[in-house]
Protein backbone atom coordinates (compact mmCIF):
# COMPACT_ATOMS: atom_id res chain seq x y z
CA UNK A 1 0.00 0.00 0.00
CA UNK A 2 0.91 3.73 -0.40
CA UNK A 3 -0.14 6.65 1.35
CA UNK A 4 0.15 10.25 0.27
CA UNK A 5 -0.03 12.31 3.25
CA UNK A 6 -2.29 15.50 2.69
CA UNK A 7 -0.69 18.44 4.55
CA UNK A 8 -3.00 21.32 3.18
CA UNK A 9 -6.22 18.89 4.22
CA UNK A 10 -6.13 21.06 7.55
CA UNK A 11 -5.95 24.43 5.92
CA UNK A 12 -9.14 24.25 4.22
CA UNK A 13 -10.98 21.50 6.50
CA UNK A 14 -13.41 24.07 7.70
CA UNK A 15 -13.26 26.80 4.66
CA UNK A 16 -14.81 23.71 2.76
CA UNK A 17 -16.75 21.66 4.67
CA UNK A 18 -19.38 20.52 3.38
CA UNK A 19 -21.13 20.96 6.70
CA UNK A 20 -22.13 24.28 7.98
CA UNK A 21 -19.83 25.90 9.66
CA UNK A 22 -20.46 29.03 12.35
CA UNK A 23 -19.98 32.28 10.15
CA UNK A 24 -17.77 33.91 13.23
CA UNK A 25 -15.65 30.76 13.02
CA UNK A 26 -15.25 31.21 9.45
CA UNK A 27 -14.60 34.76 9.54
CA UNK A 28 -10.81 34.14 11.26
CA UNK A 29 -9.46 32.26 8.88
CA UNK A 30 -7.09 33.52 6.12
CA UNK A 31 -8.14 30.94 3.59
CA UNK A 32 -12.34 32.23 3.98
CA UNK A 33 -12.13 34.84 1.05
CA UNK A 34 -13.13 33.68 -2.09
CA UNK A 35 -10.94 33.39 -4.93
CA UNK A 36 -11.80 35.34 -7.80
CA UNK A 37 -9.10 35.43 -10.13
CA UNK A 38 -8.44 32.33 -11.87
CA UNK A 39 -4.58 31.10 -12.16
CA UNK A 40 -3.45 30.79 -15.71
CA UNK A 41 -2.26 27.69 -17.05
CA UNK A 42 -4.66 25.79 -14.24
CA UNK A 43 -8.15 24.81 -14.38
CA UNK A 44 -9.52 27.48 -12.26
CA UNK A 45 -11.08 29.55 -15.23
CA UNK A 46 -12.31 26.49 -17.21
CA UNK A 47 -13.96 24.74 -14.08
CA UNK A 48 -15.66 28.09 -12.85
CA UNK A 49 -17.40 28.64 -16.27
CA UNK A 50 -18.38 24.60 -16.84
CA UNK A 51 -19.78 24.61 -13.40
CA UNK A 52 -21.22 27.67 -12.39
CA UNK A 53 -19.03 28.46 -9.56
CA UNK A 54 -18.55 32.26 -8.59
CA UNK A 55 -15.25 31.58 -7.43
CA UNK A 56 -12.07 29.05 -7.87
CA UNK A 57 -11.75 27.47 -4.85
CA UNK A 58 -13.67 24.30 -5.48
CA UNK A 59 -12.12 23.69 -8.60
CA UNK A 60 -8.17 24.16 -7.53
CA UNK A 61 -9.22 21.74 -4.36
CA UNK A 62 -10.32 19.27 -6.74
CA UNK A 63 -7.82 19.97 -9.76
CA UNK A 64 -4.46 20.32 -7.10
CA UNK A 65 -1.00 18.49 -6.67
CA UNK A 66 -2.25 16.42 -4.45
CA UNK A 67 -4.16 14.74 -7.20
CA UNK A 68 -1.06 14.41 -9.52
CA UNK A 69 0.45 12.81 -5.98
CA UNK A 70 -1.03 9.93 -6.51
CA UNK A 71 -0.51 9.60 -10.30
CA UNK A 72 3.20 10.05 -9.67
CA UNK A 73 2.64 7.19 -6.76
CA UNK A 74 1.57 4.86 -9.19
CA UNK A 75 3.71 5.66 -12.18
CA UNK A 76 6.87 4.69 -9.63
CA UNK A 77 5.31 0.91 -9.40
CA UNK A 78 4.78 0.76 -12.55
CA UNK A 79 8.21 1.34 -13.83
CA UNK A 80 8.83 -0.99 -10.60
CA UNK A 81 6.82 -3.43 -12.86
CA UNK A 82 7.65 -3.00 -16.23
CA UNK A 83 11.22 -3.41 -14.91
CA UNK A 84 11.00 -6.67 -12.84
CA UNK A 85 8.71 -8.36 -15.84
CA UNK A 86 9.93 -6.70 -18.96
CA UNK A 87 13.19 -5.57 -18.20
CA UNK A 88 12.31 -2.11 -19.24
CA UNK A 89 13.98 0.67 -17.72
CA UNK A 90 12.27 3.98 -17.48
CA UNK A 91 14.63 7.08 -17.16
CA UNK A 92 13.67 11.07 -17.26
CA UNK A 93 15.87 13.94 -17.58
CA UNK A 94 15.03 17.87 -17.38
CA UNK A 95 16.77 19.07 -21.27
CA UNK A 96 15.84 22.68 -20.93
CA UNK A 97 14.34 25.20 -18.46
CA UNK A 98 14.04 28.31 -20.04
CA UNK A 99 16.55 29.84 -21.77
CA UNK A 100 18.65 27.18 -20.35
CA UNK A 101 19.43 24.11 -22.42
CA UNK A 102 21.51 20.55 -21.71
CA UNK A 103 23.52 19.19 -24.28
CA UNK A 104 21.92 17.94 -27.35
CA UNK A 105 22.90 14.02 -27.81
CA UNK A 106 23.44 13.29 -24.34
CA UNK A 107 21.14 10.65 -22.94
CA UNK A 108 21.35 9.52 -19.58
CA UNK A 109 21.55 5.66 -18.92
CA UNK A 110 19.83 3.14 -15.91
CA UNK A 111 23.00 3.59 -13.98
CA UNK A 112 22.55 7.44 -13.74
CA UNK A 113 19.37 7.43 -11.70
CA UNK A 114 21.26 7.78 -8.89
CA UNK A 115 23.18 10.96 -9.86
CA UNK A 116 19.90 12.87 -11.65
CA UNK A 117 17.74 12.18 -8.04
CA UNK A 118 20.82 14.15 -6.54
CA UNK A 119 20.60 17.16 -8.59
CA UNK A 120 18.04 20.32 -7.72
CA UNK A 121 16.61 20.45 -11.21
CA UNK A 122 17.46 16.72 -12.76
CA UNK A 123 19.46 17.53 -14.87
CA UNK A 124 22.70 15.27 -15.89
CA UNK A 125 24.99 18.07 -17.45
CA UNK A 126 26.28 19.77 -14.74
CA UNK A 127 26.98 23.46 -16.46
CA UNK A 128 23.09 23.08 -17.68
CA UNK A 129 21.61 22.51 -14.13
CA UNK A 130 23.65 25.64 -12.51
CA UNK A 131 21.93 27.53 -15.41
CA UNK A 132 18.93 26.07 -14.95
CA UNK A 133 19.12 26.96 -11.13
CA UNK A 134 20.02 30.61 -12.20
CA UNK A 135 16.67 31.13 -14.10
CA UNK A 136 14.95 29.35 -11.65
CA UNK A 137 16.61 32.05 -9.09
CA UNK A 138 15.78 35.24 -11.30
CA UNK A 139 12.28 34.12 -11.82
CA UNK A 140 11.79 33.91 -8.30
CA UNK A 141 13.32 37.49 -7.36
CA UNK A 142 11.08 38.77 -10.75
CA UNK A 143 7.63 37.30 -9.36
CA UNK A 144 7.86 35.16 -12.27
CA UNK A 145 7.78 31.32 -13.04
CA UNK A 146 9.31 28.90 -15.86
CA UNK A 147 8.37 26.14 -17.77
CA UNK A 148 10.51 23.32 -19.71
CA UNK A 149 11.54 20.21 -21.12
CA UNK A 150 11.33 16.83 -19.92
CA UNK A 151 12.68 13.99 -21.82
CA UNK A 152 11.89 10.39 -20.94
CA UNK A 153 13.70 7.01 -22.16
CA UNK A 154 13.11 4.02 -22.39
CA UNK A 155 15.66 1.04 -22.30
CA UNK A 156 15.05 -2.81 -22.55
CA UNK A 157 11.98 -2.23 -24.68
CA UNK A 158 11.41 -5.35 -26.47
CA UNK A 159 10.79 -4.94 -30.97
CA UNK A 160 7.83 -5.10 -32.04
CA UNK A 161 5.62 -3.83 -28.89
CA UNK A 162 2.15 -2.68 -30.35
CA UNK A 163 1.12 -3.56 -33.46
CA UNK A 164 1.12 -1.73 -36.50
CA UNK A 165 -2.27 -3.52 -37.70
CA UNK A 166 -5.12 -1.30 -36.34
CA UNK A 167 -4.73 1.49 -34.36
CA UNK A 168 -6.10 -0.06 -31.04
CA UNK A 169 -3.59 -2.58 -31.14
CA UNK A 170 -1.01 0.31 -31.56
CA UNK A 171 0.46 0.75 -28.10
CA UNK A 172 2.49 3.47 -28.92
CA UNK A 173 -0.45 5.35 -30.62
CA UNK A 174 -2.68 4.87 -27.78
CA UNK A 175 0.29 6.22 -25.38
CA UNK A 176 0.67 9.13 -27.66
CA UNK A 177 -3.13 10.15 -26.81
CA UNK A 178 -3.04 9.48 -23.09
CA UNK A 179 -0.06 11.43 -22.42
CA UNK A 180 -1.30 15.22 -23.38
CA UNK A 181 -4.07 14.20 -20.82
CA UNK A 182 -2.24 13.98 -17.90
CA UNK A 183 -1.75 16.97 -15.52
CA UNK A 184 1.02 19.24 -15.64
CA UNK A 185 1.94 18.37 -19.11
CA UNK A 186 1.93 20.35 -22.54
CA UNK A 187 2.69 18.56 -25.67
CA UNK A 188 1.47 21.39 -27.95
CA UNK A 189 4.02 22.99 -30.16
CA UNK A 190 3.31 25.01 -33.42
CA UNK A 191 4.65 28.45 -35.26
CA UNK A 192 7.67 29.99 -35.03
CA UNK A 193 7.89 31.55 -31.78
CA UNK A 194 8.98 28.65 -28.59
CA UNK A 195 6.55 26.40 -27.18
CA UNK A 196 4.11 27.67 -24.07
CA UNK A 197 6.50 25.49 -21.80
CA UNK A 198 9.93 27.82 -22.43
CA UNK A 199 8.26 30.72 -22.21
CA UNK A 200 7.88 32.99 -18.31
CA UNK A 201 4.08 32.56 -17.37
CA UNK A 202 3.82 36.22 -18.11
CA UNK A 203 4.47 35.70 -21.78
CA UNK A 204 2.56 32.59 -22.00
CA UNK A 205 -0.86 33.85 -21.42
CA UNK A 206 -2.59 36.74 -22.60
CA UNK A 207 -5.84 38.60 -21.33
CA UNK A 208 -9.19 37.66 -22.90
CA UNK A 209 -11.69 40.47 -20.64
CA UNK A 210 -10.93 40.40 -17.12
CA UNK A 211 -9.16 36.72 -17.33
CA UNK A 212 -6.11 35.34 -17.96
CA UNK A 213 -5.77 32.55 -20.00
CA UNK A 214 -3.03 30.44 -21.67
CA UNK A 215 -1.82 30.82 -25.37
CA UNK A 216 -2.54 27.33 -25.89
CA UNK A 217 -5.80 26.98 -24.02
CA UNK A 218 -7.43 26.54 -20.83
CA UNK A 219 -6.65 23.28 -19.63
CA UNK A 220 -6.48 21.09 -16.46
CA UNK A 221 -3.93 22.18 -13.54
CA UNK A 222 -1.48 20.46 -11.81
CA UNK A 223 1.97 22.61 -12.52
Not at 70 to 84: D, N, P
Not at 183 to 194: K, L
Request: glycine fraction near 10%; hydrophobic fraction near 40%; aromatic fraction near 4%.
Amino acid sequence: AIMVGNTEWPKWEKVMAADPVDEAELAELARNAPLTRPRPGHADLAGMQKYGFDEARPVLERASARETAARVALGAVARSYLKETAGIEIVSHVVELAAAKAPYGVYPKPSDVEKLDADPVRCLDQDASKAMVAEIDQAHKDGDTLGGVVEVLAYGVPVGLGSHVHWRRDETDRDRAARPGHRGRDHRRGGAGPPPALRRVRRAHRRQGRFVIADHGTRGAGR
